[in-house]
């Protein structure tokens, strides 16, 4: 073969191989992802219920879900826990970063211990806390033992407590990840800039107020991002640590869908339940990016 | 300056160590309970160390526990969570690295839009893709099976590790990948010798990614695999929360451990990449 003829079949393959590459993943992205949103959609549009069935029904999946007291527990609890979760992991996880970045001592041993949950499953989790908000021999037992006779913490068993359990172990699990965000962008920050601030006689508080922390916007939007996402879809930490219960008064949406789609024969009520889902997601991360993007050209 | 203020240093590392403290209770109370016998547990306090230390709870969470019907302990669901993790972590990982040279490095028309379009299987919530799964999973007969698992876990983590390895390779300067096709270095020639040589850390943050999220799933466990070939994460649960018999917190707490381990163990040994791994994902926002 001619050194030309060979430079041609060279700049052909340089055309078509990276295309070729990319194909299969595309490929599945379109059938898993696409195609799999829309057969899911589709689905929340029949009467589907232990088979699926493709034949239009129009709303009635959405209008049964609308009216099943159980679906707006589970969106209530989401609320709820939604909000409380990245409320105390955003404060936790700042005010740990920014005490941390005192110049401390041990601040890698410190950092390992504030970090290790996150490599843990959330069943983990949930069956460690499970076991220690126990109401007769966890927390309230070793309370009782210290002289505190009166002490009570049964929010594990208490319907109108138990999704706050979720919050506390979810905030354990994920705070010390928030932590390692905001640490790393305290430390990206130009030195030059505190110094100057320094100079000009302002004190730490101040610094941190007016300078350090407006400067962490674009972390703040992506801690944001995450956190929303991790507790729209949170299943396996509520699973774990009551199940949904008692009763449903912990109940989820992921968990609601799950139900519904695979252990009651419910198709079309699981396929609706996680198209709110999705649209969930959609509205909450959108407006984060389109945040979080404006704020990143700005600065 | 703060710094010179002892009371206020005093406070700051008081503050750090109680937080350490809480975030080290769970484990601490996990480790005593596993090695604590059942009176023990029951007359005994949370937080005090176990009056005699057996290893009874352990034997009994790894062979012999049940999980529903079946009384074999956590062994075998261990291994299925291997023999699901191994294949997943490197398929996906390897199909990352070539994605991402390719979204980096050989950028075509319109292969920014097809990036863009991958990421969004980034953020989908899995339960609008778990019914068409199953259906899918069904009809290929591998319902039910570590095969499907593996499958499903590389389908949904391509997205992530084209990612990490896209975000890599964007930073190599450009001029090196030219020069080598001036030389007449074609696309496999320049990915294996110019930028595997120097993938080295992010072939160790996304392996490291990769495996936490697999090991650590229990939807697409819990949905996909039921009975013999389900993943740990799902025994543990179906084990904590079976309630028949006795409640045996011990083994509870052994079999949490054993479920927890491998990934404690690659982040005690690996923890700088780790936490560059979440902050590399988290910059995918």
Same mark, same amino acid.
């Given at each position: 073969?001619?050194?030309?003829?060979?430079?041609?079949?060279?700049?052909?393959?340089?055309?078509? !191989?990276?295309?070729?590459?990319?194909?299969?993943?595309?490929?599945?992205?379109?059938?898993? %992802?696409?195609?799999?949103?829309?057969?899911?959609?589709?689905?929340?549009? &029949?009467?589907?219920?232990?088979?699926?069935?493709?034949?239009?029904?129009?709303?009635?999946?959405?209008?049964?879900?609308?009216?099943?007291?159980?679906?707006? &527990?589970?969106?209530?609890?989401?609320? @709820?826990?939604?909000?409380?979760?990245?409320?105390?992991?955003? $404060?936790?996880?700042?005010?740990?970063?920014?005490?941390?970045?005192?110049?401390?001592?041990?601040?890698?041993?410190?950092?390992?211990?504030?970090?290790?949950?996150?490599?843990?499953?959330?069943?983990?989790?949930?069956?460690?806390?499970?076991?220690?908000?126990?109401?007769? *021999?966890?927390?309230?037992?070793?309370?009782?033992?210290?002289?505190?006779?009166?002490?009570?913490?049964?929010?594990?068993?208490?319907?109108?407590?138990?999704?706050?359990?979720?919050?506390?172990?979810?905030?354990?699990?994920?705070?010390?990840?928030?932590?390692?965000?905001? +640490?790393?962008?305290?430390?990206?920050?130009?030195?030059?800039?505190?110094?100057?601030?320094? %100079?000009?006689?302002?004190?730490?508080?101040?610094?941190?107020?007016?300078?350090? @922390?407006?400067?962490?916007?674009?972390?703040?939007?992506?801690?944001?991002?995450?956190?929303?996402?991790?507790? @729209?879809?949170?299943?396996?930490?509520?699973?774990?640590? &009551?199940?949904?219960?008692?009763?449903?008064?912990?109940?989820?949406?992921?968990?609601?869908?799950?139900?519904?789609?695979?252990?009651?024969?419910?198709?079309?009520?699981?396929?609706?339940?996680?198209?709110?889902?999705?649209?969930?997601?959609?509205?909450?991360?959108?407006?984060? *990016?389109?945040?979080?993007?404006?704020?990143?050209?700005?600065? | 300056?703060?710094?010179?203020?002892?009371?206020?240093?005093?406070?700051?590392?008081?503050?750090?160590?109680?937080?350490?403290?809480?975030?080290?209770?769970?484990?601490?109370?996990?480790?005593?309970?596993?090695?604590?016998?059942?009176?023990?547990?029951?007359?005994?306090?949370? +937080?005090?160390?176990?009056?005699?230390?057996?290893?009874?709870?352990?034997?009994?969470?790894?062979?012999?526990?049940?999980?529903?019907?079946?009384?074999?302990?956590?062994?075998?669901?261990?291994?299925?969570?291997?023999? *699901?993790?191994?294949?997943?972590?490197?398929?996906?990982?390897?199909?990352?690295?070539?994605?991402?040279?390719?979204?980096?490095?050989?950028?075509?028309?319109?292969?920014?839009?097809?990036?863009?379009?991958?990421?969004?299987?980034?953020?989908?919530?899995?339960?609008? %893709? +778990?019914?068409?799964?199953?259906? +899918?999973?069904?009809?290929?007969?591998?319902?039910?099976?570590?095969?499907?698992?593996?499958?499903?876990?590389?389908?949904?983590?391509?997205?992530?590790?084209?990612?990490?390895?896209?975000?890599?390779?964007?930073?190599?300067?450009?001029?090196?990948?030219?020069?080598?096709?001036?030389?007449?270095?074609?696309?496999?020639?320049?990915?294996?010798?110019?930028?595997?040589?120097?993938?080295?850390?992010?072939?160790?943050?996304?392996? @490291?990614?990769?495996? &936490?999220?697999?090991?650590?799933?229990? !939807?697409?466990?819990?949905?996909?695999?039921?009975?013999?070939?389900?993943?740990?994460? $799902?025994?543990?649960?179906?084990?904590?929360?079976?309630?028949?018999?006795?409640?045996?917190?011990?083994?509870?707490?052994?079999?949490?451990?054993?479920?927890?381990?491998?990934?404690?163990?690659?982040?005690? %040994?690996?923890?700088?990449?780790?936490?560059?791994?979440?902050?590399?994902?988290? $910059?995918?926002?």
């Amino acid at each position: 073969m001619s050194a030309s003829a060979n430079q041609g079949l060279r700049a052909l393959a340089d055309r078509w !191989l990276p295309k070729l590459v990319l194909s299969p993943t595309l490929a599945a992205s379109l059938i898993f %992802v696409y195609g799999f949103i829309a057969w899911t959609g589709w689905l929340s549009f &029949t009467e589907s219920r232990l088979m699926p069935r493709f034949e239009w029904a129009g709303f009635v999946q959405y209008q049964a879900l609308f009216e099943n007291e159980r679906w707006w &527990t589970a969106a209530a609890n989401l609320g @709820i826990f939604g909000s409380l979760f990245i409320v105390c992991c955003l $404060v936790v996880g700042l005010l740990m970063a920014i005490l941390l970045d005192q110049k401390i001592r041990a601040e890698g041993a410190l950092r390992t211990i504030y970090l290790y949950p996150m490599a843990l499953s959330f069943i983990v989790t949930g069956t460690a806390w499970k076991w220690m908000l126990n109401p007769d *021999m966890g927390l309230q037992k070793v309370m009782n033992d210290l002289g505190f006779a009166n002490f009570t913490f049964d929010w594990l068993v208490n319907p109108d407590m138990s999704i706050y359990t979720v919050v506390i172990a979810g905030v354990w699990q994920s705070s010390g990840f928030v932590m390692a965000l905001f +640490l790393a962008g305290l430390r990206g920050i130009d030195d030059s800039i505190i110094k100057a601030a320094q %100079v000009d006689g302002a004190s730490l508080p101040t610094i941190y107020r007016r300078i350090l @922390i407006p400067s962490l916007r674009p972390v703040f939007f992506s801690v944001l991002l995450i956190l929303s996402h991790i507790a @729209i879809k949170s299943f396996d930490l509520v699973m774990a640590l &009551t199940g949904g219960g008692p009763g449903n008064s912990s109940d989820v949406p992921a968990i609601f869908m799950y139900q519904f789609a695979f252990t009651r024969g419910q198709l079309g009520q699981g396929a609706a339940s996680a198209m709110m889902m999705l649209f969930t997601i959609v509205a909450v991360l959108v407006p984060l *990016m389109y945040m979080e993007t404006r704020s990143a050209k700005r600065v | 300056m703060f710094k010179n203020l002892t009371v206020g240093r005093a406070l700051v590392y008081a503050a750090l160590l109680l937080v350490a403290i809480y975030y080290l209770l769970p484990l601490y109370v996990m480790l005593t309970t596993s090695f604590k016998s059942l009176d023990d547990i029951r007359n005994g306090n949370m +937080l005090a160390l176990p009056q005699a230390w057996e290893g009874g709870a352990w034997v009994k969470a790894w062979a012999e526990a049940c999980t529903g019907v079946e009384c074999g302990g956590m062994k075998g669901f261990f291994w299925n969570s291997v023999k *699901m993790t191994v294949p997943a972590v490197l398929i996906s990982t390897l199909l990352g690295a070539v994605n991402g040279y390719v979204v980096s490095m050989w950028r075509f028309k319109g292969s920014d839009a097809l990036f863009t379009m991958l990421l969004v299987g980034c953020f989908i919530p899995f339960q609008v %893709v +778990l019914l068409p799964m199953a259906q +899918l999973l069904g009809m290929m007969g591998i319902a039910n099976t570590t095969t499907g698992l593996v499958l499903v876990h590389v389908v949904y983590g391509t997205a992530f590790t084209t990612l990490f390895f896209r975000n890599f390779y964007i930073t190599v300067p450009d001029e090196l990948v030219k020069a080598a096709r001036i030389d007449g270095a074609g696309f496999w020639t320049i990915f294996g010798r110019i930028l595997l040589p120097i993938s080295g850390p992010i072939f160790v943050v996304c392996v @490291i990614w990769q495996f &936490t999220q697999i090991w650590n799933d229990f !939807l697409f466990g819990v949905v996909f695999a039921a009975g013999e070939s389900q993943p740990i994460t $799902v025994a543990l649960n179906n084990l904590v929360n079976t309630s028949t018999g006795v409640k045996e917190y011990n083994v509870d707490m052994a079999a949490a451990i054993i479920a927890a381990l491998p990934t404690l163990f690659v982040y005690m %040994v690996a923890g700088r990449y780790f936490v560059r791994g979440l902050t590399a994902g988290a $910059v995918k926002g």
